[in-house]
């Protein structure tokens, strides 16, 4: 009754699909990178000007036009941009002086570690709360757990950071401020894989561990509520059509206990759905982080990227718009390839 | 009422304006059924109004400063406190539903006829145009839509204006495929071979015997969409790429008093409220519309 998960049909005819998602995958890309390519193009900044300076002289304004090879036709322009992308040169930042590639790799850490914890509590409190509210459809739970997740689809989530910095924070102090770890602490564990929790359990520094723990669980926490209400809320909507089933009947006039129906039968059947829903989320994380980061002084990507705005830092900005982006497209993709290789009934 | 209510729901219409009201007043009674749509149709109504009768409703300017009276907190003559010049909180909110339903409005307009055109074109044509329209459209759809529009922003300028075309912009794709899912379960329809069988030419089938059968969808999702786009024009403020400083806009007002939001939480918490109440209130809405509208729809629930 119940569609056993196999791997294998999936993955026994790769060729076609596989290559399908390939070509998919690129043409998205190249997508992404046309648009950040003609948003460095119609800047009102004139990139030259930025090098030279206005008292060069038209031969020298005209030398830097060409050294920078913006005088070659712009669909030349692309494919060297394209070349350069794929080669991971995204350019200098004006800002921080170092190529915006670099400086994208030691922020990106913090942003995933954030996203990561973030998706945890998404799931581990969106999935039962989804769940409850199918099961007991109609009633006062179900209305609470609706307009609780709709919550999420209407609080801004600067506000809700400040708002949970003034409580928590200032207000409480049961956790701490913004930024990463106290400042002290700062530096103190050398980084290996660059997540502040799992390095500084690696240098078992557990005052350090403390500290960034401290930091970072309002921030997540904050960020996991925007994933628990798209997850609620999809969840919610799975098991409703799965509880109008027959085979739930069924296993309810077999006597099957109520927990057990839920849980055991009609949960089982949406797992593979919900690995799609929790990949989308996650990728939506990503972008909310930028808020979040914001608000919070939080030292990821998100946080360089409105730092790189306010500074016109163009090559920044759409560096971390291509990184951002193809993060956000990959998951994506990847959940759509995950759900056709895990539900039988989508290979018909 | 009784006679209004008969002449409403009569089962043969005389005419085509009595039928589209009919139409609507059932709708609007079976909205009014579900307790959250009737609040969240409250609280649409109540902003329009709020927009509307501003300068009636706020007791104070929105933008007249009083030094004398800054940072005061919520009190009866000022409901929500002032701000750090003196001016009232209150009144600036209530001016703010004015540019709230203004960038709603505005980024409706732009992105709905993009998607709504680009999405019947390709059903109706179909082979190529619609491989390559849905393409786009795909490539857009698995963007994220707020770091494009920041990186929009960038590229425009901040602005009031810039932020409601960055918005639009990434917008549009959801129409898109709406239009086009319809299109396609019209495209044989007999009604369609006999308009073209008078002789009628593309343009005329896709706009008028096609797109206005997109509606309802397109209703269900732009009330579903107004939550987001509130959202990211308050982000787009509240980083200050979006509405520019004095214009009571609420992201900004709420940027503004984040530095003090420590000692004087009103300032940022306020407008706050009334982007959440806002937002809530056309999720209910756009819920209870898909409910009566679209029972079987696939954006369901």
């Known amino acids: 009754m119940f569609p056993r998960l196999r791997l294998s049909p999936g993955f026994a005819r790769p060729a076609r699909s596989f290559g399908g998602f390939v070509v998919v995958l690129a043409l998205t890309f190249l997508g992404l990178l046309v648009i950040t390519f003609l948003i460095g193009r119609v800047i009102p900044i004139d990139p030259v000007l930025a090098i030279v300076g206005d008292r060069a002289t038209n031969e020298q304004y005209e030398a830097a036009r060409e050294a920078m090879g913006l005088d070659r036709p712009l669909a030349v322009q692309f494919v060297s941009y394209v070349g350069d992308v794929l080669r991971g040169d995204l350019g200098m930042s004006v800002s921080t002086n170092r190529p915006v590639a670099e400086d994208l790799a030691s922020v990106f850490p913090a942003t995933l570690e954030m996203a990561t914890i973030g998706i945890l509590i998404g799931v581990g409190l969106g999935v039962p709360m989804g769940v409850t509210a199918a099961a007991r459809q109609g009633g006062p739970l179900d209305q609470a757990i609706r ?17 949970g910095l003034a409580l928590f924070y200032a207000g409480l102090g049961w956790v701490s401020g913004p930024g990463r770890v106290d400042i002290f602490y700062d530096g103190l564990v050398p980084p290996v894989t660059g997540l502040l929790l799992v390095d500084s359990l690696i240098a078992g520094d557990g005052a350090v561990f403390r500290s960034a723990l401290s930091h970072i669980i309002l921030p997540a926490t904050i960020l996991g509520f925007f994933s628990l209400a798209y997850i609620a809320r999809m969840t919610r909507s799975f098991m409703l059509d799965q509880l109008s089933q027959e085979y739930v009947t069924t296993a309810r006039v077999k006597g099957v206990p109520e927990w057990r129906v839920v849980w055991g039968h009609a949960f089982r059947a949406i797992r593979v759905q919900l690995i799609t829903v929790i990949g989308l989320s996650y990728a939506g994380l990503l972008e909310g982080s930028v808020m979040i980061e914001t608000v919070f002084s939080w030292p990821g990507i998100g946080n360089y990227l409105t730092t790189a705005l306010f500074n016109a830092d163009m090559n920044a900005v759409l560096g971390a718009t291509i990184v951002i982006g193809s993060v956000f497209i990959f998951i994506n993709k990847i959940s759509d390839v995950l759900y056709r290789i895990l539900d039988p009934r989508s290979r018909a | ?183 396609l379960t019209f495209r044989n329809a007999e009604f369609v071979a006999a308009a073209r069988m008078a002789g009628a030419s593309h343009t005329r089938i896709v706009g008028l015997h096609i797109l206005p059968l997109c509606m309802s969808s397109t209703i269900i999702r732009v009330t579903l969409d107004m939550a987001g786009i509130i959202l990211t024009a308050a982000g787009l403020g509240f980083l200050g790429l979006g509405a520019q400083p004095p214009l009571p806009e609420w992201g900004a007002m709420i940027s ?46």
């Not at chain 1, 307009?147 to 708002?163: E, N, Q």
Request: glycine share 10%; proline share 6%.
């Open chain 2, 1 to 183: 009422m009784t006679r209004l209510a008969a002449w409403l729901t009569d089962d043969a219409p005389a005419s085509r304006a009595q039928a589209n009201l009919g139409r609507a007043y059932q709708v609007g009674q079976r909205l009014l059924r579900n307790p959250l749509s009737a609040l969240g149709l409250a609280i649409i109504v109540l902003l329009i109004a709020c927009a509307a009768f501003a300068p009636w409703i706020a007791p104070y300017s929105p933008v007249g400063q009083d030094l004398g009276q800054r940072l005061l907190p919520p009190s009866a003559e000022h409901w929500m406190g002032t701000d750090e010049l003196g001016r009232d909180i209150f009144s600036r909110v209530v001016h703010g539903a004015r540019l709230t339903l203004l960038i709603v409005a505005l980024v409706v307009v732009i992105s709905a006829p993009i998607g709504l055109i680009l999405g019947a074109v390709s059903g109706y044509f179909g082979g190529w145009t619609d491989r390559i329209l849905m393409g786009v459209t795909d490539v857009f759809l698995s963007m994220p839509k707020l770091i494009l529009a920041l990186a929009f922003v960038a590229a425009l300028g901040p602005g009031i204006e810039n932020a409601i075309i960055a918005i639009a912009i990434t917008a549009w794709p959801p129409y898109a495929r709406i239009a086009r899912a319809e299109t």
């Open chain 2, 256 to 301: 503004r008093g984040r530095s003090f939001i420590l000692d004087q939480w009103w300032v940022a918490t306020m407008p706050g409220f009334a982007i959440i109440l806002v937002s809530l209130g056309f999720c209910f809405l756009g819920d209870g519309l898909r409910d009566v509208l679209a029972p079987k729809s696939e954006n369901r629930r």
């Open chain 1, 147 to 163: 307009v609780f997740a709709l919550l999420g689809y209407s609080v801004p989530a600067f506000w809700l950071g400040l708002v």
